[in-house]
């Protein structure tokens, strides 16, 4: 706090309007000036100039006789114990905040004595301060000042310096800052008695409240993880509050911005923070929450469990519950089967063999299972020896041994089934055409050979061994 002039040092005194005014309990006149009559007429008239200011200012005194006979002298006594006067004039500087009372007595030449009493107020120098409402501020926001006035003499003038290079008059006012920063707002507090108080205080002016927003991490969530959630603005003026509604079971805000907390139960929430800064004002922000089952295993199987080689195989993985999707890895697996990232993996085993089959399964938050089952892979069975005999070697009845899966065989049976095919249609091109469609073959023409006459036909040695072609195919 500045003064506006020197310091005096001062007993503490009330405050205007709280306390009351000052008063004495010593047995003097209340009136600042008084006239009394003794004797012949003698009276005195006293006065003070000014009858109330601040403490450490001069006060004059004067008296006046009436009456009585002239000339007249003047002595003085005052409540607060300071040295006598003389004089019908005197000047003090009252150094006692207090309601002083000084007694003037006059006596006249005759021998004639009266006096009176006068009252001076004597207050504390004037102090100051003020309030603000609401501090710290944001841009845009009416801020209240409120003079608040200690000490000094009545009446009082206030005046402000807002630090914008706004001036204002008065006890109280409203004013709106328009750009954010830190001003150095002055109140001046002038009494009547030109003595001036002065209070100074810093205003917090922030920018005005924008972009809310709200975090929900992880989104998506199992029962049982930590959930963070983190509530932020632009703007604003510090300290700022924070209030939550709309959470998930299990989750209480502490009165921070961040907080964490585990969900207990499932389901789908949307969380509504709302952000209060030193002014008052408020803006909200949403975040969708997706609490979800925690991810367990339902069933894993292979289908068939036992199967021969060159058999289709089906691996089937059944999960409930995860946040994030599901990704699986399996090991252990057949020749010819793969590992894929699928709940259904489908293969074809390549070669025999018991076969342990693992299964690992995680969800997008990493919690994961495991599983396993066993597959037995046989190798094909050799087919029954038969009378033929196939293109490796292997004895065949002229059928083919299907194995493996439906509608696969083994090359050599192809190759049976095409050789009987190809002799069918031979044996059955022959039995169609025979030799009756056909000349018989010429004469030879060798030494010893018997020549044919015109109108002979020449017949063929019958062989008892050739065979009769014209007989039907049986």
């Not at 006239?35 to 012949?40: H, I, M, Q, V």
């Given at each position: 706090?500045?003064?506006?002039?020197?310091?005096?040092?001062?007993?503490?005194?009330?405050?205007?309007?709280?306390?009351?005014?000052?008063?004495?309990?010593?047995?003097?006149?209340?009136?600042?000036?008084?006239?009394?009559?003794?004797?012949?007429?003698?009276?005195?008239?006293?006065?003070?100039?000014?009858?109330?200011?601040?403490?450490?200012?001069?006060?004059?005194?004067?008296?006046?006789a009436q009456g009585g006979t002239s000339p007249y002298n003047y002595s003085w006594r005052?409540?607060?114990?300071?040295?006598?006067?003389?004089?019908?004039?005197?000047?003090?500087?009252?150094?006692?905040?207090?309601?002083?009372?000084?007694?003037?007595?006059?006596?006249?030449?005759?021998?004639?004595?009266?006096?009176?009493?006068?009252?001076?107020?004597?207050?504390?120098?004037?102090?100051?301060?003020?309030?603000?409402?609401?501090?710290?501020?944001?841009?845009?926001?009416?801020?209240?000042?409120?003079?608040?006035?200690?000490?000094?003499?009545?009446?009082?003038?206030?005046?402000?310096?807002?630090?914008?290079?706004?001036?204002?008059?008065?006890?109280?006012?409203?004013?709106?800052?328009?750009?954010?920063?830190?001003?150095?707002?002055?109140?001046?507090?002038?009494?009547?008695?030109?003595?001036?108080?002065?209070?100074?205080?810093?205003?917090?002016?922030?920018?005005?409240?924008?972009?809310?927003?709200?975090?929900?991490?992880?989104?998506?969530?199992?029962?049982?993880?930590?959930?963070?959630?983190?509530?932020?603005?632009?703007?604003?003026?510090?300290?700022?509050?924070?209030?939550?509604?709309?959470?998930?079971?299990?989750?209480?805000?502490?009165?921070?911005?961040?907080?964490?907390?585990?969900?207990?139960?499932?389901?789908?929430?949307?969380?509504?923070?709302?952000?209060?800064?030193?002014?008052?004002?408020?803006?909200?922000?949403?975040?969708?929450?997706?609490?979800?089952?925690?991810?367990?295993?339902?069933?894993?199987?292979?289908?068939?469990?036992?199967?021969?080689?060159?058999?289709?195989?089906?691996?089937?993985?059944?999960?409930?519950?995860?946040?994030?999707?599901?990704?699986?890895?399996?090991?252990?697996?057949?020749?010819?089967?793969?590992?894929?990232?699928?709940?259904?993996?489908?293969?074809?085993?390549?070669?025999?063999?018991?076969?342990?089959?693992?299964?690992?399964?995680?969800?997008?938050?990493?919690?994961?299972?495991?599983?396993?089952?066993?597959?037995?892979?046989?190798?094909?069975?050799?087919?029954?020896?038969?009378?033929?005999?196939?293109p490796s070697g292997n004895t065949t009845n002229g059928t083919s041994k299907l194995h493996?899966?439906?509608?696969?065989?083994?090359?050599?049976?192809?190759?049976?089934?095409?050789?009987?095919?190809?002799?069918?249609?031979?044996?059955?091109?022959?039995?169609?055409?025979?030799?009756?469609?056909?000349?018989?073959?010429?004469?030879?023409?060798?030494?010893?050979?018997?020549?044919?006459?015109?109108?002979?036909?020449?017949?063929?040695?019958?062989?008892?061994?050739?065979?009769?072609?014209?007989?039907?195919?049986?």
């Amino acid at each position: 706090m500045a003064w506006a002039s020197t310091p005096v040092p001062h007993l503490p005194g009330p405050v205007r309007g709280v306390g009351g005014p000052l008063t004495s309990s010593a047995p003097f006149p209340p009136a600042h000036s008084a006239s009394a009559l003794a004797g012949a007429g003698l009276s005195v008239i006293a006065s003070a100039n000014p009858n109330a200011t601040d403490l450490g200012l001069n006060v004059t005194f004067s008296a006046s006789a009436q009456g009585g006979t002239s000339p007249y002298n003047y002595s003085w006594r005052f409540s607060d114990g300071t040295t006598p006067g003389f004089g019908p004039t005197l000047t003090r500087k009252l150094l006692m905040a207090e309601v002083l009372h000084a007694t003037v007595w006059g006596n006249d030449s005759s021998g004639q004595s009266s006096n009176t009493t006068v009252n001076v107020t004597v207050n504390f120098s004037p102090d100051a301060s003020f309030e603000v409402k609401p501090t710290p501020t944001d841009v845009g926001v009416p801020v209240y000042f409120a003079a608040v006035n200690y000490g000094g003499t009545a009446p009082f003038q206030d005046s402000w310096n807002l630090g914008d290079g706004t001036t204002a008059k008065g006890t109280s006012l409203h004013h709106t800052y328009s750009a954010p920063g830190t001003y150095l707002v002055t109140l001046f507090d002038n009494d009547s008695v030109g003595r001036m108080g002065e209070s100074q205080a810093y205003l917090e002016v922030g920018a005005s409240l924008s972009s809310p927003s709200l975090t929900a991490l992880p989104s998506v969530a199992e029962v049982g993880d930590e959930l963070w959630l983190n509530a932020s603005i632009q703007g604003g003026s510090a300290p700022f509050t924070y209030a939550f509604s709309g959470l998930p079971t299990g989750c209480l805000p502490n009165g921070n911005a961040t907080f964490g907390c585990f969900p207990n139960s499932t389901g789908t929430f949307v969380v509504n923070a709302t952000i209060y800064d030193a002014s008052g004002l408020s803006m909200s922000a949403l975040a969708g929450v997706t609490v979800a089952p925690s991810l367990s295993l339902v069933n894993f199987s292979a289908s068939p469990s036992n199967l021969s080689v060159g058999r289709a195989l089906s691996l089937d993985l059944l999960t409930s519950g995860g946040a994030g999707g599901v990704s699986v890895v399996y090991s252990g697996l057949p020749g010819g089967c793969l590992s894929s990232n699928t709940s259904t993996l489908q293969c074809v085993p390549s070669s025999p063999g018991t076969f342990v089959v693992n299964v690992s399964a995680m969800d997008g938050r990493g919690h994961k299972v495991v599983a396993s089952t066993t597959v037995i892979v046989t190798p094909i069975a050799s087919p029954p020896p038969t009378g033929g005999t196939s293109p490796s070697g292997n004895t065949t009845n002229g059928t083919s041994k299907l194995h493996g899966n439906a509608g696969s065989s083994t090359p050599w049976d192809l190759y049976a089934l095409v050789a009987v095919a190809i002799g069918a249609v031979l044996l059955l091109a022959v039995y169609r055409s025979g030799p009756k469609g056909h000349p018989s073959p010429p004469p030879s023409k060798g030494r010893g050979a018997a020549t044919p006459t015109q109108g002979s036909r020449s017949t063929p040695p019958s062989d008892p061994d050739e065979e009769d072609l014209d007989a039907p195919v049986t």
